[in-house]
């Protein structure tokens, strides 16, 4: 994606690149990423443990993060939380992005079902609850999905 080459290449991000960039190599809601706290990061491991709301209750998704990526966004993960609203953050990435922040959510779902070409694993990084919209998605891109069923 050419917006995620422009972020990786610009010498200095600010925070709403580090949420654009987390949000694209996570798949993680807004809500998700500004609701990050400091015991949230494992500095050591380049992993962020993120709560994830859901109607059946509340859990938590740890997901390492590449060495690439993390060397752009450690900074303003030594700094949580990020203290901004949703709507702040959708306004600036409507201005800045030209997409409002759940289409990065999206991206990574396409990225993800292009690279694994496994349902059921971009299911659970994604967290969601069927496989309805990721084979929507799988449908749109023409990609021949194996499920948990093949």
Request: proline fraction near 4%; charged fraction near 30%.
């Given at each position: 994606?050419?917006?995620?080459?422009?972020?990786?290449?610009?010498?200095?991000?600010?925070?709403?690149?580090?949420?654009?960039?987390?949000?694209?190599?996570?798949?993680?809601?807004?809500?998700e990423i500004l609701g990050?706290?400091?015991?949230?990061?494992?500095?050591?491991?380049?992993r962020i443990t993120f709560?994830?709301?859901?109607?059946?209750?509340?859990?938590?998704?740890?997901?390492?993060?590449?060495?690439?990526?993390?060397?752009?966004?450690?900074?303003?993960?030594?700094?949580?939380?990020?203290?901004?609203?949703?709507?702040?953050?959708?306004?600036?990435?409507?201005?800045?992005?030209?997409?409002?922040?759940?289409?990065?959510?999206?991206?990574?779902?396409?990225?993800?079902?292009?690279?694994?070409?496994?349902?059921?694993?971009?299911?659970?990084?994604?967290?969601?609850?069927?496989?309805?919209?990721?084979?929507?998605?799988?449908?749109?891109?023409?990609?021949?999905?194996?499920?948990?069923?093949?």
């Open positions: 994606m050419k917006l995620y080459r422009m972020l990786m290449e610009k010498s200095d991000i600010d925070k709403y690149d580090a949420i654009a960039l987390i949000a694209m190599a996570t798949g993680r809601r807004v809500s990050l706290e400091p015991g949230d990061v494992d500095f050591a491991n380049r709560k994830i709301l859901k109607k059946r209750g509340t859990y938590r998704l740890a997901i390492e993060i590449s060495e690439k990526v993390w060397g752009k966004i450690e900074p303003f993960l030594r700094n949580l939380p990020f203290n901004l609203s949703r709507i702040t953050v959708y306004k600036v990435f409507m201005k800045r992005y030209g997409y409002n922040p759940h289409a990065f959510r999206h991206f990574f779902a396409l990225y993800c079902l292009e690279t694994y070409r496994d349902i059921e694993r971009c299911r659970r990084f994604l967290a969601h609850s069927n496989y309805n919209l990721l084979a929507r998605y799988a449908d749109a891109v023409g990609i021949d999905l194996k499920t948990p069923l093949d």
